[in-house]
């Protein structure tokens, strides 16, 4: 179901109104094309268009994408759904569909394919598969226009497993080949990286996630300039060093520059840069939920602020297990440590995987004996089975040293559950109102207006509070500093 009426899409498009852009796409009729609401061609009669929820939406129906304002840019789409489904889609996002079938995927999150398909089909009315081919279809049209990689590792890189199929796919469904759409656009410029666009909905506080990531750069991976973000890979080709530098791009979206990485691993690093970014964010309804009450103020100083994510679920936490009770800088300094002793130990500068961490040996890194016990029980619950990816609380409480705290601000941080919300967190506590500590029930009872956005509650109070708020020490517990 459309979740905008058309009088809404009509609005939107007429004014190019960027606050929508990825929300829906315009399918003009007469032309057999589909554009995204800042198209900057000239607008459509509303007789001659109907309005589509998603590109693979409007492909379904035969239409093709706009070469002027080009659909695969547009910034992604979040829908409220049932947890089997909503995992799957994160999967499908980064690609795991070109490893695995339907039927592997959804056994992984305790589904079946029948499950995930009928649910895919009641709430956003396609097919897993349609989603799947859609995205292979827009990423390499994407790098058909802005790079200068072969067909051969264009069709590869979005998912294809020969040209052949790469190639009678674009035809079914551009009614053209690559090569055909290539020669019609001006040659890429010459780069030594691979640099892409990655739209966003504004407002955006690019400066304020950068300063966010600069304070918690860890060293050997991570470098925060004022206007680049950098991240070292422990990947690359022929063994050679890759990283990622993310910048402000023109207009509203970030720029991303890969170097050394193998073209089939873009879909997952795409799928990791937006997530840590927080590209596919819709704030409107975000601000009209907490732009009022006691969030008035803050919300209205920073508009634009996003939350900041993680790389991965497993960084994540060991951020917040290694943050437990010190401050910012000093587990960023033990983080540099551990990064520093992985790649002594097996050559590349990564934090450790799991079956890494579980054989390191951490003395000596300036842990405390508890939550050494906790990195290794982590490490022992992962080579166990435990997956992150779809870990419940229950597993995740029963790990010592990890406790309701660690949990929400995970979760939060993992950019997968945005009503996420850390209430016995002691700045949270200090921020609402000034003078006055709220307890962890009366906190929850206060946020319970903010649902389901109240993980971003969280990061506009965590904003306020380093803003104009002095540090608050931590005390015994769960961290109280977020990491």
Not at 10 to 29: E, K, M, P
Not at 237 to 259: D, I, K, M, S, W
Request: glycine share 8%; aromatic share 8%; net charge positive.
């Amino acid at each position: 179901m459309l979740p905008l009426t058309p009088a809404q899409c009509r609005s939107a498009r007429l004014a190019r109104d960027a606050r929508f852009d990825g929300r829906f796409f315009t399918g003009v009729l007469t032309t057999g094309i589909y554009c995204r609401p800042v198209c900057p061609a000239r607008p459509p009669l509303e007789h001659n268009v109907r309005y589509f929820f998603s590109a693979a939406a409007a492909e379904l129906a035969g239409l093709r994408p706009c070469l002027r304002c080009r659909p695969e840019l547009a910034p992604g789409e979040r829908h409220p759904l049932p947890g089997a489904l909503s995992y799957v889609l994160h999967a499908i996002a980064r690609g795991d569909l070109a490893d695995m079938t339907l039927d592997e995927l959804a056994a992984r999150y305790g589904a079946t394919a029948r499950t995930v398909r009928r649910q895919c089909e009641q709430h956003l009315g396609l097919t897993p598969l349609k989603l799947e081919q859609t995205r292979r279809l827009l990423l390499a049209k994407q790098l058909l226009t802005d790079t200068q990689l072969s067909i051969t590792e264009v069709a590869f890189a979005a998912g294809f497993q020969s040209l052949r199929r790469f190639n009678d796919a674009w035809l079914h469904a551009y009614h053209l080949s690559p090569s055909a759409l290539r020669r019609s656009l001006a040659p890429a410029i010459p780069s030594d990286g691979l640099t892409l666009h990655l739209a966003y909905r504004p407002p955006y506080d690019f400066a304020a996630l950068l300063a966010f990531f600069r304070l918690r750069a860890i060293a050997g991976i991570e470098e925060v300039s004022s206007h680049c973000y950098v991240r070292h890979l422990p990947m690359g080709t022929r063994g050679n060093p890759a990283r990622l530098a993310v910048r402000q791009g023109e207009g509203h979206q970030l720029v991303v520059t890969f170097y050394g990485i193998h073209p089939h691993e873009l879909p997952l690093l795409l799928h990791k840069v937006r997530r840590q970014w927080d590209l596919d964010a819709d704030p409107a309804p975000i601000i009209a939920r907490l732009g009022t009450g006691l969030l008035a103020p803050q919300v209205a100083a920073a508009p634009g602020l996003r939350l900041p994510g993680g790389w991965d679920p497993l960084e994540v936490m060991l951020r917040a297990i290694i943050g437990q009770q010190i401050s910012v800088k000093g587990a960023i300094t033990i983080l540099g440590r551990l990064v520093a002793r992985r790649a002594a130990q097996w050559g590349a500068s990564a934090l450790p995987s799991g079956p890494e961490l579980l054989a390191m040996n951490l003395d000596g890194l300036g842990l405390p004996g508890s939550r050494v016990r906790t990195l290794k029980a982590l490490a022992e619950a992962l080579a166990g089975g435990l997956d992150l990816e779809t870990a419940s609380d229950t597993e995740l409480l029963a790990l010592p040293g990890i406790g309701p705290w660690t949990v929400a601000y995970w979760r939060l941080r993992c950019g997968v559950d945005p009503d996420a919300f850390p209430a016995s967190d002691l700045v949270l506590q200090k921020a609402l109102i000034p003078g006055t500590r709220l307890s962890t029930a009366a906190l929850t009872e206060r946020a319970e207006p903010w649902r389901p956005w109240r993980a971003y509650a969280a990061s506009w109070l965590w904003h306020g509070a380093a803003s104009g708020v002095p540090a608050t020490p931590s005390h015994k517990g769960d961290p109280h500093d977020p990491l």
